[in-house]
């Protein structure tokens, strides 16, 4: 075996060189991906409610990426976010591939106390999440063919 050799790993954007840990120190912890998580959630759940399948789905997935890129700078909540996906993020999936419209409210009430029991396991019990009651302004639910 070589002894490791220092590399000074450095990016440019062309006006500031960034070193692998600055670039790190810019991305952040889990709290700038729980506003992304946070919104996603918003804007699958109300996308639900005006039963658009399309956007439900679409922004279900985008949730389930940002979930699993959260894990990456916090790897304690790796099993926890997997089993979140597994048995509250499918039933979402379920009722919206199957369009059981029906039962979407019920399933997210599911969904919800999950998050907020989420938040006291591990000590975040403040956190007490929940969806904003108007669609987001700037996205178009109603469905299209």
């Not at 439900?56 to 979140?84: C, D, I, N």
């Amino acid at each position: 075996m070589t002894e490791a050799t220092e590399h000074a790993h450095i990016a440019s954007n062309g006006r500031a060189e960034l070193s692998l840990d600055e670039l790190a120190n810019l991305h952040g912890g889990l709290a700038r991906y729980m506003v992304e998580i946070s919104d996603r959630a918003t804007r699958c759940y109300q996308a639900g409610q005006a039963k658009n399948r399309k956007v439900a789905l679409h922004q279900l997935g985008e949730l389930t990426k940002s979930l699993r890129l959260s894990v990456l700078v916090r790897p304690q909540y790796s099993e926890a976010v997997e089993v979140f996906i597994k048995e509250e993020l499918s039933k979402v999936k379920t009722v919206c591939d199957t369009e059981d419209w029906e039962h979407f409210e019920e399933i997210w009430d599911g969904l919800t106390m999950a998050v907020n029991n989420s938040h006291e396991e591990f000590d975040h019990g403040y956190l007490v999440w929940s969806v904003p009651k108007n669609a987001p302004s700037d996205l178009d639910l109603s469905p299209r063919g």
